[in-house]
């Protein structure tokens, strides 16, 4: 489960972190202990990215499908 400080965390500060976490595993040189905890805080980091993003995604969705009504309104009075 992800941490209020997780939450906190703005989408670039997550991913910057994950990018972070990415080089010291792919660097090796850790212990099993210390690979695994870098491992775990990747899978938070990566889930605070995808809340981000799922949430611009549906804000950019709601606000085509505003735009496509308001559209649609415009071109049905433009018709009567």
Known sequence: MTSKVDEALGYEQARDELIDVVRRLEAGGTTLEESLALWERGEE???VCRRWLEGARARLDAALAEEEKAEREES?????
Do not use: M, S
């Open 76 to 80: 049905a009075q433009e018709t009567e």
């Open 45 to 47: 980091l990566a889930k």
